[in-house]
């Protein structure tokens, strides 16, 4: 039977950001102006389910009747609105309840093969299928490294992930067809069987044998957004047309929005671009675009317009520039190139994997560990100069996105003093500069004053997109920041005034870090965030 190709956004409601209701709509509204079709809405654990009341626990998860109007509010724009859950990893926020200690494998993952496991997806299934219209559900399976590693390891003994796995799908999708639903599963976890341990890039060794067990109702969806040229997406498609036709398959690109707080339009473009074009080569017709969150969701959904844009025009056959900038103002009454000026913070240097997050790096870069310090970008206090210049003129010429000019204007201001000053104070304490000192610590007061300005625009912008839950994270982050800012300007100062003999920290010499770090906690401090 034939049917019109998916073109779908992922939005991630679940890394502690969870989008209002409010700026669901409005972004559904955007979507079918564009001529997306399918929205997914990524719940682990922050969605409402019966009998569960620690599920999503004080995590800001829709309730029911917020879902049901969403569904109707979309349906009647043209879009689906399909249930995206985790029915395998992925689960961690459950995990902190002494409730569902019992099946838990270890780390984020449930424990196959318990009946209470079993009796929780059911309920998960019973309460989407209350809540959307779709029959379609995206039941995660992803990433799933730690399966069989734990509890199920004491209990049955060393298998291999696919002895594990493939019995507990079987059983998941039954489970979804009783309710009836036609699941869909992320493909990473059967690629990584399939070439017996090996992950993307590498061929499949021994495709059969995963393929054969595979369940006939479900949906393979091949993500990836880490390439940008098309032999890398190739060679992956290759491997997946080993479970289904080109045909079948879902495509998942993404629109970077989960390494700091400002977008990587530009990123996303050339990934998708090389993306798209090998899948028009190989017949895949479904396109999926994801808008993950991780750590925090402190990226604005709203930033990657462009990206999403693009996504579509390309999915359509339109590939020129020209012609995507010129229907971009037309449909959304924003200029192309205006708002690809949100990527500016992190425009700075060239690094791997869409891994450009130097303002997150230079944020919570601490001014006395100096863990980044090493991986700083040259020209950086420059860079943020001239970003916060631009950016703030864009915010002055207002619109509906002047929020995110002028909430990035103000972090790039912080950037623009604290970026490089650790360097530059750890030099003048080494080599005894008093007056390099005395500049330090005014820019130290510098950095704080504009700190708070930036954090009321950052929590004004939040107001607008996301529900109150998850901004405690960000409050205890920046406030963290403000404090320790206190705590340095104090020291250098009782230093400066002879109350303090040293500060050993700025005696340590900095090592070189790859780059790859995104998480707060790797950047800010070396010390044990989660004790056992």
Request: hydrophobic share 40%.
């Amino acid at each position: 039977m034939s049917r019109t190709p998916m073109l779908g956004l992922m939005l991630d409601c679940s890394r502690n950001a969870v989008f209002s209701p409010a700026a669901v709509r409005r972004l559904i509204d955007l979507l079918a102006k564009i001529g997306y079709n399918t929205l997914q809405l990524y719940t682990e654990d922050t969605y409402e389910v019966e009998g569960e009341p620690f599920f999503g626990y004080l995590r800001g998860r829709y309730t029911k009747e917020e879902l049901r109007e969403l569904d109707a509010y979309a349906a009647a724009r043209g879009i689906e609105l399909q249930p995206c859950i985790q029915t395998l990893a992925h689960l961690n926020g459950i995990f902190r309840w002494e409730v569902y200690k019992p099946i838990n494998d270890s780390a984020d993952t449930l424990l196959v093969g318990e009946e209470r496991t079993y009796e929780l997806i059911e309920r998960m299934f019973a309460s989407c299928a209350e809540c959307f219209t779709s029959r379609r559900i995206h039941i995660g399976f992803d990433e799933a490294f730690a399966l069989g590693r734990g509890k199920y390891l004491d209990k049955h003994g060393k298998k291999t992930h696919a002895e594990i796995m493939m019995p507990h799908l079987t059983r998941v999708c039954a489970l979804a067809e009783k309710y009836g639903f036609r699941p869909m599963a992320w493909g990473d976890m059967f690629y990584r069987e399939a070439a017996n341990g090996g992950w993307y890039g590498t061929r499949l060794a021994s495709p059969e044998r995963i393929a054969a067990a595979i369940p006939e109702n479900l949906d393979i969806v091949y993500w990836d957004y880490y390439h940008e040229n098309e032999a890398a997406y190739r060679l992956m498609l290759d491997g997946f047309t080993k479970f289904r036709p080109a045909e079948e398959l879902i495509f998942a690109g993404g629109a970077w929005a989960w390494t700091s707080m400002v977008p990587h339009n530009d990123y996303s473009i050339s990934t998708t671009r090389a993306a798209l074009n090998a899948c028009a080569e190989y017949g895949v017709r479904d396109v999926l675009m994801t808008l993950w969150g991780n750590d925090g969701g402190e990226c604005s959904a709203f930033s990657l317009l462009p990206s999403l844009f693009y996504a579509a025009e390309h999915a359509r056959g339109n590939t020129d520039m020209a012609l995507i900038k010129q229907r971009f103002f037309e449909v959304i009454g924003e200029d192309f190139d205006k708002m690809m000026a949100l990527d500016l913070p992190d425009a700075i240097g060239k690094a791997p994997y869409g891994n450009r997050n130097a303002s997150k790096h230079g944020l919570y870069n601490d001014p006395f560990l100096g863990i980044m310090d090493a991986t700083l970008y040259e020209g950086g206090t420059a860079h943020f100069r001239r970003a916060a210049k631009k950016l703030r003129a864009l915010a002055r010429e207002g619109g509906e996105y002047a929020y995110l000019y002028d909430m990035e204007a103000k972090l790039s201001s912080v950037l623009e003093v604290k970026y490089e000053l650790g360097v530059r104070l750890r030099a003048a304490y080494k080599e005894g500069d008093r007056e390099g000192l005395l500049r330090a610590l005014a820019d130290l007061k510098r950095v704080r004053r504009r700190l708070t300005v930036f954090t009321a625009a950052y929590a004004a912008a939040w107001e607008r997109e996301k529900k109150p839950q998850g901004y405690e994270l960000q409050d205890t982050r920046l406030g963290g920041l403000a404090h320790r800012l206190d705590s340095c300007i104090k020291k250098l100062t009782e230093y400066l005034d002879g109350k303090r003999e040293a500060i050993p920290e700025l005696c340590e010499e900095i090592l070189r870090l790859p780059s790859i770090a995104r998480d707060w906690w790797q950047i800010n401090t070396p010390s044990i965030i989660y004790c056992y």
